[in-house]
């Protein structure tokens, strides 16, 4: 069984035992084992799409010039999934390269909360005091996205999508424009066009989500600049 880590904090977890059959963290007991971040290929994303029972998101179309750089699972040591994040870079975002990680998860995971650099695994009630910053399409649904206060070297927003939380972590900050309401996502265990998409180098954001993860906390949602 490959190493294992915290969905929550990326330190590597205790593995299943006689006595705790879950996977285990030392600071935060039990947890989705987050397992390595791997290249994006058709065939794996087929994979994963078949055995999962979240969402796995890609934007619909993929702007040009958007590259698909990787994706990360958290499942229970079963085999289930609690999470999936798939990782872009492009250009166009902003002012020059970007790097996109967008996750759909089961409340209490943790993993987007860790790639937005906050410090709780949840969005808290402050977070949705407001209305949304931005309205974008999950398949053939409308949905509401509010930004979290997250470290200033990126920005983060987040939503509910078919009963779980749906991520989307941008850096660097500038990045606000990625998410507007012409974005549509389109879930890969329905919605093959991904099998067409352009795959580039593993994006370390993906790779690394631990990096600079303290943070303020959420926030009110603010609006569109």
């Not at 994006?40 to 994303?45: L, N």
């Not at 995971?109 to 402050?126: I, K, Q, R, S």
């Not at 509010?146 to 470290?151: R, T």
């Not at 352009?198 to 994006?203: D, E, F, S, T, V």
């Amino acid at each position: 069984m490959p190493d294992r880590c915290c969905s929550r904090c990326g330190r590597q977890v205790l593995p299943p035992t006689l006595l705790h059959h879950e996977y285990r963290c030392p600071q935060h007991g039990e947890v989705a084992g987050l397992g390595p971040a791997i290249p994006f290929a058709p065939a794996e994303t087929d994979r994963l799409a078949a055995r999962s029972d979240l969402p796995i998101w890609f934007p619909r179309p993929l702007p040009v010039p958007w590259l698909v750089t990787g994706l990360r699972c958290a499942e229970d040591p079963r085999g289930r999934v609690a999470a999936v994040a798939v990782g872009f870079t492009g250009r166009g975002l902003s002012d020059g390269p970007s790097d996109v990680v967008i996750v759909a998860e089961q409340p209490g995971c943790g993993l987007g909360a860790m790639f937005a650099g906050l410090a709780e695994p949840d969005p808290g009630a402050d977070c949705f005091a407001g209305p949304a910053a931005s309205r974008i399409r999950t398949g053939h649904r409308s949905t509401g996205l509010w930004s979290a206060d997250a470290p200033s070297d990126r920005v983060a927003f987040v939503g509910e999508a078919d009963g779980n939380w749906l991520w989307i972590i941008g850096w660097p900050d500038s990045a606000w424009s990625l998410v507007d309401d012409d974005l549509r996502l389109g879930d890969a265990r329905s919605d093959v066009a991904y099998r067409q998409y352009p795959a580039g180098a593993l994006n370390p954001r993906l790779a690394a989500p631990g990096a600079n993860r303290s943070g303020p906390g959420l926030r009110p949602p603010r609006g569109k600049p």
